[in-house]
């Protein structure tokens, strides 16, 4: 082979081994992104239970105005 394709060859593969450890860490990345997003979905649906449990417990002590949805239901007699 003469130089020049050897050269080329090299070059080659030292891109892709550039690439491959690239796509490594980008999956590394994602996978590390992919566990923090279901920590984060986890903590938001308890704190959406928790302030729905304190509304409703200050509504029962009549600390805080009712929810919006009992403010515009129609009466019983309609």
Known sequence: MPSTEREQLVELQTQLAFQEDLLNTLNQRVA??????????QLLTQLTQESRQLRDAMEERG??????AAQIEK????
């Open 32 to 41: 590390e992104q992919d566990g923090e997003l279901r920590v984060l979905r």
């Open 63 to 68: 600390l805080a105005e009712p929810s919006l």
């Open 75 to 78: 009466p019983p007699h309609y």
